[in-house]
């Protein structure tokens, strides 16, 4: 359905000049020339977008910005005249105080060339993706992984050194272009998808790290797994049929759990996570710190690894008690022999605070964003240990 947009201006060449600019971006396009016209046709201002001359006969636009926030408009409206950028202003915040989406102010001398500007952000936010068109990307494998690289922190030649990659889910949708875990975790979680997306992550990064071998990458692959997974029958003799099927070397494989507090029976879990470390396996306790992730988790699961949520870490450099509950965490970590892991690194100066606090590695946008896995190899090939 085309969104609709009405200008509001007796000049006809701002008529004609904006009805064709604003059909190029997909609007149909009503005009009014006199606020007796809005009057007499309320429907008018049934539209998405409002183009408002400043001045409309012996009405002034703060007359119509008025009508228009009588009438509990929720269009947005930009501004256009040939009137001084102060009087444009005036009349902007006029609309702002009353609530009104303002979108700002346009010279007609500038529309052809300056009304691109303004629309882009109208741009409909596209829909949000549905369990159905999530289940088929699964199916038709649009989904791919990023890897973001971890570091060494270990004082010593060794400091900066990659040690291996987190993988992290995308969605590469045709439609709205590639989809970010936030908005299809919790999609899958409530439509029982959890497990085939979980397994077809598993299977990407299986075969990444083949890749990587046979590159001469001799790199750790950390992979989120959920507690559907833990829970999923079967779920030892379907991963060692995937083990086998791409020669994963599980020795360098980390999986990491965030909400084990969703796992109904600790004590299976202990199960099945003392399983996989059989196997080699590492296991890592993700978000350390925040609901999610407990100290009973901890204590009775067979944990190798403690990542320091990113929420402790992005406040080092500047709060106080956020370095010391940081401090404590890889005092406790290292007390129970885990690598302690810090996620969210940013500036140098967390980094030299993680440093000082004895923390084994780190990841974070400071190192560098998670990359495709072309990207990946080009960062790595190019990379130089050294603070970020
Ligand atoms: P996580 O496992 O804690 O992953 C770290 C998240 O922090 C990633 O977000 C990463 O892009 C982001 N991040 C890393 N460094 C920085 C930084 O310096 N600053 C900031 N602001 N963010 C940083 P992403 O990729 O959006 O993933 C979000 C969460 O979604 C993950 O949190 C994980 O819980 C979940 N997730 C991601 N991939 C998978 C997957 O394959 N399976 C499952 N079950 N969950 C996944
Ligand atoms: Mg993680
Ligand atoms: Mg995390």
């Not at 005009?31 to 049934?46: W, Y």
């Not at 936010?125 to 289940?135: D, I, M």
């Not at 402790?312 to 022999?337: P, W, Y």
Request: hydrophobic share 45%.
């Amino acid at each position: 359905m085309l969104s609709g947009a009405l200008i509001i201006d007796d000049d006809c060449s701002v008529q004609l000049l904006g009805r064709m600019l604003l059909r190029q971006h997909g609007y149909q396009v009503e005009t009014a020339s006199s606020f007796g016209e809005l009057v007499r046709q309320p429907d008018l201002l049934n539209v998405e977008l409002i183009l408002l001359d400043l001045g409309l006969g012996e009405f002034t636009s703060l007359d119509i910005l008025e009508y228009l926030y009588d009438l509990r408009l929720n269009a947005s409206i930009l501004l256009i005249s040939n009137y001084t950028e102060e009087t444009a202003a005036h009349a902007l915040a006029a609309g702002e105080a009353k609530g009104l989406k303002m979108l700002g102010f346009l010279s007609k001398s500038k529309l052809l060339t300056g009304l691109t500007t303004f629309l882009g952000p109208l741009k409909k936010a596209p829909k949000a993706p549905t369990s159905v068109e999530l289940a088929k990307a699964i199916r038709e494998q649009q989904l791919f992984l990023a890897f973001q690289p971890q570091i060494s922190l270990q004082q010593g030649t060794q400091q900066g050194q990659v040690i291996g990659v987190e993988a992290l889910v995308r969605w590469q949708d045709p439609q709205r272009g590639v989809l970010y875990p936030d908005s299809f975790i919790p999609l899958a979680e409530q439509n029982d998808l959890m497990l085939p997306l979980t397994w077809y992550v598993i299977e990407l990064a299986m075969k990444q790290q083949a890749q990587w071998l046979s590159q001469g990458w001799d790199l750790d692959v950390s992979i989120n797994i959920p507690a559907a997974f833990i829970q999923a029958e079967g779920v030892l003799d379907a991963f060692d049929q995937l083990t086998q099927a791409h020669h994963a070397v599980l020795s360098k494989i980390t999986l990491e759990l965030t909400e084990t507090a969703g796992v109904e029976c600790l004590g299976y879990a202990s199960y099945v996570l003392k399983a996989l470390r059989q196997r080699g396996c590492k296991l890592a306790l993700d978000d350390f710190g925040t609901g999610h992730s407990s100290l009973t988790q901890l204590y009775r699961l067979p944990f190798s690894e403690l990542k320091i949520d990113r929420s402790f870490v992005s406040l080092i450099d500047q709060d106080k008690e956020a370095l010391v509950i940081t401090e404590s965490i890889v005092d406790l970590g290292k007390r129970l022999g885990l690598t302690v892991v810090a996620e969210g690194i940013e500036t140098s100066a967390q980094f030299t605070r993680l440093v000082e606090a004895g923390c084994t590695v780190g990841q974070g946008y400071g190192i560098a964003h998670p990359l495709t896995t072309d990207a990946f190899n080009t960062w790595l090939r190019e990379y130089s240990p050294s603070a970020p």
